[in-house]
């Protein structure tokens, strides 16, 4: 069965720290990887997505995240994080048209 | 991004009883619609997919009884938790998205679920 793996279930940085989220996949066909965020009350918003090319991806907001297809891994990085950035994040692989397997998720805190 | 709306945000109920979550796109059509549940400290499970018009397919393990949905207009789906039970306390999510125009499905705030 098709599973997504975060490693990091909270994470708490000082701002200005740098962050990097793992995420690893099982997932035998052609992959398109995602990540979300949801801020606290908010809605789960699309950060950014992998359906092929540069393996390297930018979002918004300052996120990226690498493709790894030889480590089923699409870890999440930011440079320098800001309080607002505080949120939780999740990793997710599609299964079918637009039907997503998630992670667990991991909880950032960022503090001041 | 587009806009999806879930009504109620909250709801409490009795066992027993019956309650129905709205799953709503304001500004666009949504071809298929996607229910997801979050139990505390887990992932998001899909329960079941809904295409516009027809039945809903549920994933293994989701009772159709139970979970009922509707996805009778392109902008509007329900899902209706029959005969709740605490056990059915969880948070119920949906996202929405246009086969022909979207290429990232959008999320509702969510519904949380307490059964009493």
């Known amino acids: 069965a098709q599973s997504v793996s975060q490693h990091n279930h909270h994470v708490i940085l000082s701002e200005a720290a740098s962050l990097e989220l793992g995420c690893n996949y099982s997932?035998?066909?052609?992959?398109?990887l995602f990540w979300y965020v949801q801020y606290p009350g908010q809605h789960l918003q699309l950060l950014l997505k992998y359906f092929s090319g540069d393996p390297l991806v930018k979002g918004i907001k300052g996120f990226e995240a690498e493709f790894i297809k030889s480590k089923f891994s699409f870890n999440l990085r930011k440079p320098s994080v800001q309080w607002s950035d505080t949120a939780e994040y999740f990793c997710?692989?599609?299964?079918?048209?637009?039907?997503?397997?998630f992670g667990t998720g991991t909880r950032l805190l960022v503090s001041p | 991004g587009a806009v999806v709306s879930q009504h109620p945000s909250w709801v409490i109920c009795k066992s027993g009883t019956s309650v129905k979550i709205e799953c709503r796109s304001l500004d666009f059509q949504a071809t298929t619609m996607f229910w997801y549940r979050q139990f505390p400290k887990q992932s998001l499970m899909l329960m079941a997919t809904s295409n516009e018009g027809s039945k809903a397919t549920y994933e293994q393990g989701v009772e159709k009884d139970k979970f009922l949905i509707n996805h009778a207009s392109l902008t509007l789906s329900t899902l209706t938790v029959t005969s709740a039970h605490p056990e059915d306390s969880s948070f119920y999510i949906c996202s929405a998205s246009n086969r022909l125009t979207n290429t990232e499905a959008f999320f509702g705030q969510g519904t949380r679920l307490t059964v009493v």
């Open positions: 997710a692989v599609e299964v079918g048209f637009q039907k997503l397997v």
């Open positions: 997932y035998g066909g052609t992959v398109n």
